[in-house]
Nanobody, 120 residues
Framework: QVQLVESGGGLVQPGGSLRLSCAASGSIYTINDMGWYRQAPGKQRELVAAITRGGRRNYADSVKDRFAISRDNAKNTVYLQMNSLEPEDTAVYYC??????????????WGQGTQVTVSS
């Protein structure tokens, strides 16, 4: 069984920063891609940033130059540093991992989500 647990969300003023963390645990053999998605009220879930096991990164245009994704493969953890936050960044942020378990079952796994609210 695999679990992804996010932390680091909260309330921040416009222009502020937050750092999200997501730790994967359980019967993990290897993790390929990891990423962060977000879903605002009334909108579809969208990709924010993704990172491959080798460190190649991909960002949504709306967060380029403000957000930075990183990962620690030894800890099965992915991070999202969010700077210069804007009210439009308000959403529930979800961690995602594409991984293979020890039983060789591969799949897409999601965390429970963490709320980020940007407001004065």
């Amino acid at each position: 069984q695999v679990q992804l647990v996010e932390s680091g969300g909260g309330l921040v003023q416009p222009g502020g920063s937050l750092r999200l963390s997501c730790a994967a645990s359980g019967s993990i053999y290897t993790i390929n891609d990891m990423g962060w998605y977000r879903q605002a009220p009334g909108k579809q879930r969208e990709l924010v940033a993704a990172i491959t096991r080798g460190g190649r990164r991909n960002y949504a245009d709306s967060v380029k130059d403000r957000f930075a994704i990183s990962r620690d493969n030894a800890k099965n953890t992915v991070y999202l540093q969010m700077n210069s936050l804007e009210p439009e960044d308000t959403a529930v942020y979800y961690c995602n991992a594409v991984l293979t378990e020890w039983n060789l079952r591969s799949g897409d796994y999601w965390g429970q989500g963490t709320q980020v609210t940007v407001s004065s």
